[in-house]
């Protein structure tokens, strides 16, 4: 399993990005895909999920009606659509895949970093 993300960059509060985690290596129909981020200093922390099969989602109370986690099932792909980014919301991003729904990301991606500027 290997999963790329992309995406981050500078960009001002207020304002908004997406980030995008491709994942390729078998079939992700039984996972949950995850978005992590660690700020500089801090653990990591938990972001979002989404249950690959049905696409129900979960958030980080901090991210909540911020943050939209989706999937794209032609593309295996995981996305992270951020709004009304605030400066507290600088980290690294990284996506997950925790192949049995039951808490533990056993795959990671190599991190994307976002920054925002107040």
């Known amino acids: 399993v290997q999963l790329q993300a992309c995406g981050g960059g500078l960009v001002q509060a207020g304002g908004s990005l997406s980030l995008s985690c491709a994942a390729s290596?078998?079939?992700?129909?039984?996972?949950?895909m995850g978005w992590f981020r660690q700020a500089p200093g801090k653990e990591r922390e938990f972001v979002a999920r989404?249950?690959?099969?049905?696409?129900?989602?979960y958030y980080a109370a901090s991210v909540k009606g911020r943050f939209t986690i989706s999937r794209d099932n032609v593309k295996n792909t995981v996305y992270l659509r951020m709004n009304s980014l605030k400066p507290e919301d600088t980290a690294v991003y990284y996506c997950?895949?925790?192949?049995?729904?039951?808490?533990?990301?056993?795959?990671w991606g190599q991190g994307t970093e976002v920054t925002v500027s107040s």
């Open positions: 989404i249950i690959w099969s049905d696409t129900s989602t």
């Open positions: 290596g078998r079939s992700f129909s039984s996972y949950v």
């Open positions: 997950a895949a925790d192949q049995y729904g039951r808490g533990t990301y056993h795959y």
